[in-house]
């Protein structure tokens, strides 16, 4: 990996810890890493202890990377944005079928 794509790791883990997620704490938008799936995976994977047997890091990155590469790297609806699901958004506060009148009654 070059320089740049070491930067661009860093500036994409830093805003997710900073948002304590992949969207923005203002307006909820979201931000994806500025490298390929590739690359992110790549340097996920160039961890120095991730060859060693009792290191579970290698486990339990090629079991979770695949089922959260959409959510990485998707700039496709319902992803784009958290919402009510029948708004377009995604969420992970309610279920993936609540809208404004049910979260009123509740």
Known sequence: MSKEEWKEFVAYVAGFYGN??????????????????????????SHPSISRPENFLKHYLDKLLPQLE?????LEKPYTQINFPDEGGVTAYFSRNINKEDLAAI
């Open 20 to 45: 304590l997620s992949n969207y923005h704490s203002f307006g909820n938008n979201k931000f994806v890493p500025n490298l390929t799936p590739e690359k992110f995976k790549a340097i996920l994977h």
């Open 70 to 74: 959409r959510e990485i790297f998707s």
